[in-house]
Structure formats: C-alpha cells, structure tokens
C-alpha cells in the first residue's frame, strides 16, 4: 500500500480543478494584457476568478492580487508593508514560516527594523499579554503571526491579534497559507491588513497563490515590470493557475463542513490508535479540536536508536510523511518550530497531515507500520 500523509506540504490536485484548467490550456491562450479578443477573452477568465474569490472571503475584488506563491506573498506583505510605511519595530514568533521569518531577519540585518519575538508557551500557543507589552513598549509596529502552524497545527486566535494590533495602530499580516480553504474567513470582519494563499494547500495547482491587501493600507509594488494586477506586481499572470486556484477554493467552500469533520475524524482515529498501539507516544502542538488545525497530527515517538532513520524506513513502507517544513527538505537542521516550543530533541518526530482521500484503511497500515518500527528500534 502507497499512503501519502504529507498534505500539510502539498495536496494533491482535485480531478475537478485539472479539468476546469485543461479547458483554458485547449481554448484561451492570448495575453491578458493584450486589447484584442484572445486578450479579452484570458483577462475576463482571471477576472472571474477573482471575483469568486473575494465573494468566497467576502472582500472586494480589487484587494486580491495574485502572486506566485504563498512564499511571494508574505515577502510582498513584510517588505512592501515595512519598507513604504517606514515601520521601525516589526514583532514575530520563532515558530513562522521560513517565508516570514527569514524575510524579517534580512529587513533587521539590513538596519531597516528591530526585530521582537513574542513569547509563545510549550503548545504553541502566543502570549497576548507579551504581544501586547511589545506592541506598548514601541512605536508603531509591523506583526506577523501566522494562523495555523504548519508542524505542529497550533491556531492563533487572529480575531484577538486584530484587536491588539488595531488598538496600538499596528499592521498586522497573517500567514494563512496552511488555513486557507480549510476555515472560513470573512475578510469584512478580521482586522487583518494581508493575508496569503497557496493554491497547492487546498488541492489546487503549484506555481499560484494570491495575497489579500486589505483596503485600509496601500503598498507599492514588490515586482516591476508592468501594470498587471492593477499595477501591484509586474508579470504576465498565471491564467490556467488563477482559474485552478479559484476552482479549488470554490470547491474547499462548498464541501468544507463534511470535510473538516471527516478529515478530523481522522485525525482524532490516528491518535487514539497510536495511543493505544505505541507505547510513549506523544503529540506535540496542540491537539483539541478548537485549538488545533484539522489536517495536521505532529507525532513525538519514544527515544530510539534508528531515530533519524524513521522517516525513510516509513518511505521504504510505502508512508509519505514528513519531520517538518518541506521547504526545509534536503538539510541537517532539526525544526526551528520543535525546537522554539522546547520538545525534548531525543525524541524524533513526525508530521502526519490530511487529507480529503485520505481513509481509515490508510490510517490502519501507517500505525501498524509505526508499531514494527518502533518495537524493532526499541
């Protein structure tokens, strides 16, 4: 059995997004940009796929931008948003993405801002009282916290972050690459000033994602070059990657419910299982349901002697999962997230994540798999 149980770094794509993508492939081909009708007919396509994602997150079209990535859109958000608004103090956490953590490093290095980190407890969890003392302690502050860690699955409460920042006049962006399509999220209430999407996140194509600009706060662009996207970000736009994006959280909408109990349901079967089957296994992150993102189980294992083997012998076992981050795939450096949350680094650990095709039967092998190896190793 083949089972793939690393969703958390992409997902795979939903037969109905190929198909709506393979007909623009056939039929729409001219330049967006171009005045002519093969133009016309590809821009009216982004258009309308802009238009369904704003009416999804209940924003104007016109503060959707598409970008290439979730990775493009949180530099986009943390540069233009320190740089144009000449912010001195930007506040994160060790626990964030590489996207935002080491963009902020390279603004700190390059003497534009002081970096903070704001306390956060051995779950994952933010201290409010610590953001908000660093929010007090400074001037007008830039904060990045992401919604959902994509290690160890722990949520931040963005509607309290709002508040925060929104009560010190501070610029507040949000990761919500590993949320988006998975929660709602009514853009008319949050008091985000960006959020970002990766279309791979939610069975949606690669090489696409879209950053949300909230009217209140104006940028110039990242990337020069031309006027496309009303003259945010220069590049011919990815149109078979627009209208796959707009499909896939089209879809993640209407099915979202049944989805996320499912996909919890198995989440919450893994963990019973490997409770009763693995002695000393541990989770790290969060694990209740309202606390915790849906899609993602990080396993803590008992100490063992093959401990940096695991993840390949279960690669051997047909189990695709992962020790952390894709993005940091091909290093030697243990998770900057494990490690900033102090989990005892002699345990190894693995990051299981969901999906909708995901099954039981899966669910059964993969913890029948972790038993053998954690018996042999013991």
Do not use: W
């Amino acid at each position: 059995m083949r089972v793939y149980l690393d969703n958390a770094a992409t997902t795979p794509l939903d037969p109905e997004v190929l198909k709506q993508m393979f007909q623009v492939m056939e039929n729409t081909y001219g330049n967006p940009s171009s005045i002519h009708g093969h133009g016309r007919e590809a821009r009216t396509l982004i258009e309308r796929s802009r238009k369904t994602i704003a009416n999804l997150l209940h924003t104007s079209p016109a503060e959707i931008f598409f970008t290439s990535s979730g990775t493009e859109a949180d530099n986009t958000a943390i540069r233009c948003g320190i740089i144009d608004h000449n912010i001195k103090h930007a506040i994160t956490s060790h626990l964030e993405h590489h996207a935002v953590i080491h963009t902020m490093e390279a603004l700190e290095k390059a003497g534009l801002i002081k970096l903070s980190f704001v306390n956060v407890d051995d779950k994952g969890n933010i201290d409010h009282d610590h953001l908000e003392a660093l929010l007090k302690g400074n001037d007008r502050s830039f904060v990045s916290l992401m919604h959902a860690n994509n290690e160890i699955g722990t949520l931040s409460d963005m509607e309290r972050i709002g508040d925060l920042c929104a009560a010190y006049n501070a610029i507040y962006h949000c990761d919500t690459v590993q949320t988006m399509g998975h929660y709602r999220h009514d853009l008319s209430k949050l008091k985000t000033h960006f959020l970002v999407c990766a279309g791979h996140k939610l069975h949606g194509p690669k090489g696409v994602g879209f950053l949300h600009i909230n009217h209140r706060i104006k940028i110039k662009p990242f990337i020069y070059g031309g006027a496309q996207e009303r003259n945010m970000r220069g590049g011919t736009e990815n149109i078979y990657g627009i209208v796959g994006l707009a499909k896939a959280l089209e879809i993640a909408y209407a099915e979202m419910d049944q989805h996320q109990q499912y996909i919890q349901g198995l989440k919450s079967y893994m963990m019973a299982q490997l409770i009763e089957k693995v002695p000393g296994i541990g989770f790290n992150g969060e694990t209740d349901p309202a606390k915790s993102l849906y899609t993602v189980l990080n396993v803590s294992f008992p100490e063992m002697e093959m401990a940096d083997m695991l993840l390949f012998n279960l690669d051997i076992a047909g189990i695709s999962a992962s020790g952390g981050s894709a993005c940091s795939s091909g290093t030697d450096i243990g998770s900057h997230v494990l490690g900033a949350i102090g989990a005892n680094p002699a345990r190894p650990s693995v990051r299981f994540s969901f999906s909708k095709y995901n099954t039981r039967d899966e669910i059964d092998y993969t913890v029948a798999k972790v038993r053998e190896l954690c018996l042999v190793s013991a």
